[in-house]
């Protein structure tokens, strides 16, 4: 029997409030000088209080509800007191005895469900900066909210971490509450593994600096494979913090795990306990949108589209609300065109009013327009109608069969050679000369007509 692996997650996520954790600073994760979004509650100066920032609260309740967990009425906040250079307190506010959230799930692609032991609420550091001879420290990461959701050892391989992973990222995106761009560590993994050939777990060790999926997967599969080949070889796991070496592969050892009561956790004096009404809770879950799972199923038994499109289309929120007001303009039997269309242009850096997108879907189906037409025009049908665009720029596809006729004679006499060929058998030159004829109207013949007309002139 072979070792089966099990793996829990625990993920930290910044959440995009407008202010800080526990002053009113500005959250902005993409300020590039150093120590400008600090005041003394953030940098810990003597005498300063916290205050808690409500959407903050609010944002991880959303998060909770989204994942089916549990909102207990009462919640509160802990000290986790140690010392780093990027702590200026000293210790961090946190949640360890009462979360904001507990006992949730998520699904994974309809089949499994993940459990999820809790989500709390606590606040990130500031960040150190290594050079040769000395260190510098930015607090403006200081006191920004930090979610950490904790998963029971509900994954069994390398794959479902990463999908798990991937299906949050998304859902953080749909419910607003993080950019949780993984490579601006805005959303970080921690891997907790182990191996095992019975019921009982292994020893597990945790994997830190992951930023990216692809990073999370790899890392467990190092991981696997390096915990058996130790357990192969007689030896023990121990129990231990290890690095990700993206370049190497490899996970290195660390630190051996440090226990909590290392922490001296307790209640945080400076903040009052929390006590949630149902109807505080009640308008959080009124705030819920769809959610990407919801959206995938609805994509499919309304549009009728295939599963794979449909990723496309939930994979980016943005996209899929532009196909669906897409949608709306167009009879039933378009819509499936619509998106084939918007998933192989790649839309999203034109700004086109829906209303013209739908038309010139229909302008293509009817044969007014071709495919390459309707490409060709689209930066301009972001401030004009197609119908309009195609009559000022004379681009009406040509299915009259007068001036088609006339471009097919010019091109049949301008490649005697071709005509010869064609006479001994070469049916391949018709597509050239099918080239040559769609050239020659600047891709506004329609080729099936074209096809159709050079064989009746030919035979
Ligand atoms: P610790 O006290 O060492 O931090 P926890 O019980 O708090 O451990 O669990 C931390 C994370 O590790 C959770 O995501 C949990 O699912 C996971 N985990 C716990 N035990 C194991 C194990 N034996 N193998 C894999 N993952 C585990
Ligand atoms: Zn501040
Ligand atoms: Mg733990």
């Known amino acids: 029997m072979t070792y ?104 994974l692609k309809e ?14 550091t500031g960040r150190l900066i290594h050079e040769k001879d000395y260190s510098l420290v930015d607090f403006n990461r200081a006191g920004v909210p930090l979610m950490e959701l904790v998963t029971e050892p509900d994954i069994a391989s390398a794959k479902e971490a990463r999908q798990f992973a991937q299906d949050l990222h998304l859902i953080m995106h749909y419910l607003d509450v993080s950019d949780a761009d993984m490579e601006k560590g805005q959303m970080r993994v921690e891997i907790n593994l182990s191996i095992s050939k019975s019921k009982e777990l292994g020893t597990k060790t945790e994997i830190k600096n992951l930023n990216s999926f692809r990073s999370v997967e790899r890392a467990a599969d190092y991981e696997i494979k390096r915990q058996t080949e130790l357990l192969d070889k007689g030896e023990k796991i121990i129990q231990e913090t290890r690095g990700w070496d993206d370049l190497k592969g490899i996970t290195v050892s660390q630190r051996e795990k ?30 819920i949108p769809e959610l990407p799972q919801q959206r995938k199923e609805r994509f499919i038994k309304d549009y009728g589209l295939d599963e794979k499109n449909v990723d496309v289309l939930v994979y980016d929120k943005n996209l899929g609300e532009y196909f669906e007001a897409v949608a709306k303009g167009l009879s039933f039997d378009l819509i499936k065109s619509a998106a084939d269309f918007l998933i192989n242009t790649e839309i999203k850096n034109y700004n086109i009013p829906s209303e013209n997108f739908s038309q010139m879907i229909t302008l293509i189906k009817d044969g007014k327009i071709s495919k390459t037409t309707a490409k060709e025009i689209l930066p301009e049908i972001t401030t004009k109608q197609p119908s309009e665009v195609i009559k000022e720029r004379g681009l009406e596809q040509m299915s009259g069969e007068g001036d088609l006729e006339k471009i097919i004679k010019e091109v049949i006499s301008q490649n005697p050679k071709a005509m010869e060929d064609y006479k001994k058998g070469k049916t391949n030159v018709l597509q050239f000369l099918a080239g040559q004829v769609m050239a020659k109207s600047k891709g506004r013949a329609n080729p099936k007509l074209v096809g159709d007309i050079l064989q009746k002139f030919l035979s």
Do not use: W
Request: aromatic share 10%; hydrophobic share 30%; charged share 25%.
């Open 258 to 287: 440090e226990s909590a009561h290392d922490y001296r956790y307790f209640s945080e004096p400076d903040l009052p306990p929390l006590h949630f009404t149902a109807d505080f809770i009640d308008k959080i879950r009124s705030e």
């Open 111 to 124: 089949t499994k469900r993940i459990r999820i032991r809790e989500i709390h609420l606590e606040e990130d």
């Open 4 to 107: 089966q692996p099990t793996i829990g997650l625990e993920i930290h996520i910044e959440l995009n409030t407008k202010s800080k954790m526990f002053c009113s600073c500005s959250n902005n994760p993409d300020e590039r000088n150093p120590n400008v979004n600090i005041c003394p509650i953030c940098t810990a100066q003597p005498g300063t209080l916290p205050v808690i920032n409500e959407e903050a609260v609010r944002k991880v309740i959303k998060t909770g509800l989204s994942l089916n967990c549990q909102i207990p009425e009462f919640s509160k906040f802990d000290r986790k007191n140690y010392f780093y250079p990027d702590l200026p307190k000293g210790y961090q506010i946190s949640q360890l005895y009462e979360p904001l959230c507990k006992n949730g799930y998520l699904k």
